[in-house]
């Protein structure tokens, strides 16, 4: 039988994180999912303003829902530190250590901009700043004695035709926002699947997933590359991809399978069912071959701690 949202578990007394909740976005969806069922959910974002709004909707709609927020800007690892450290306290206030983390949030295909530690803004945003969150969660994550860490990663990676390998401060030839967006989402298949590998050998009782939601009617596209095109082609694109798109609700789907179906294989990737993978109930998929290639992975690790300054066990 295909998944549904009923099959979600009881997740009373489970402590869960969901970056990237932004009213109306997957991020929403997957945090409304888990309270529904009984989670413990903290909001991490960048804006106190959309955190709130994300707040209140979830109350109104999840009577009782158990609800944080915390500031959290992936793009900074400074911030991404100072993140973790709320992360980790309003965890241990709400009582019991963390059970689920779901590294959502990310941007697409945005034009060329350096962060404050002089990378890439989607590299920064979608891959360095999830792999410093994780890193430093890990501790609560083990404490909880069966915990899962779930990157929402993209079909577009489909279309990265080499890993992003390259010193991360220095930018080599013509920038192709869409080139580095899929990159950064092959970089959360990297990042996943070397996860997995380096947590069954440390022995820690965490297991590492990966989804993507398909092709869902988010404003995510609208706030990438169609932002620098003059009003009525943008519009034209985004009535396009709503036209052809499934819902942001449904888009949250393999995110929610991915992080509470029981007995689901460690390291498993999730998606939408359909032939192209764009709309439908979700099964597990097939990452391209690329992304598992586990001397790729190695290297994209290696070069994430020395990026972020974090070591994993």
Do not use: C
Request: glycine share 8%; aromatic share 6%; charged share 15%.
């Amino acid at each position: 039988m295909p998944w549904t949202t009923s099959d979600i578990p009881d997740l009373t007394g489970k402590n869960a994180v969901v970056t990237g909740p932004t009213l109306g976005g997957i991020g929403y969806f997957t945090a409304r999912g888990l309270a529904a069922a009984g989670a413990r959910v903290i909001l991490a974002g960048r804006s106190w303003e959309k955190l709130d709004a994300a707040a209140a909707a979830l109350s109104e709609e999840v009577p009782g829902a158990r609800l944080d927020r915390v500031a959290l800007d992936l793009s900074s690892l400074q911030a991404v530190r100072a993140g973790a450290e709320a992360i980790a306290a309003a965890t241990f206030d709400g009582g019991g250590p963390l059970h689920l983390l779901v590294n959502n949030a990310g941007v697409m295909a945005t034009p060329q901009s350096r962060t404050v530690d002089d990378l890439d803004l989607q590299m920064a945003t979608n891959h360095f700043g999830p792999f410093l969150l994780t890193g430093l969660l890990l501790e609560p994550l083990a404490e909880s004695g069966e915990a899962r860490i779930v990157t929402v990663s993209s079909m577009m990676h489909k279309l990265a035709r080499k890993a992003p390998l390259g010193y991360p401060t220095v930018q080599v030839g013509r920038y192709s926002p869409w080139n580095v967006y899929s990159q950064s989402k092959l970089a959360n298949l990297l990042f996943t699947f070397e996860l997995q590998r380096r947590l069954e050998k440390a022995g820690l009782p965490i297991s590492a997933y990966a989804a993507h939601p398909g092709l869902a009617s988010t404003r995510l596209m609208a706030n990438g590359t169609s932002r620098r095109l003059i009003a009525p082609i943008a519009s034209i694109s985004e009535a396009a991809v709503h036209a052809m798109a499934q819902t942001p609700e449904a888009g949250a789907w393999p995110a929610l399978m991915a992080a509470t179906y029981p007995g689901l294989e460690p390291g498993t990737y999730i998606g939408p069912s359909d032939a192209f993978e764009a709309r439908g109930v979700p099964k597990p998929v097939t990452a391209s071959r690329l992304a598992r290639d586990p001397e790729a992975a190695r290297a994209l690790w290696e070069l994430s701690e020395q990026t972020t300054g974090i070591a994993y066990p």
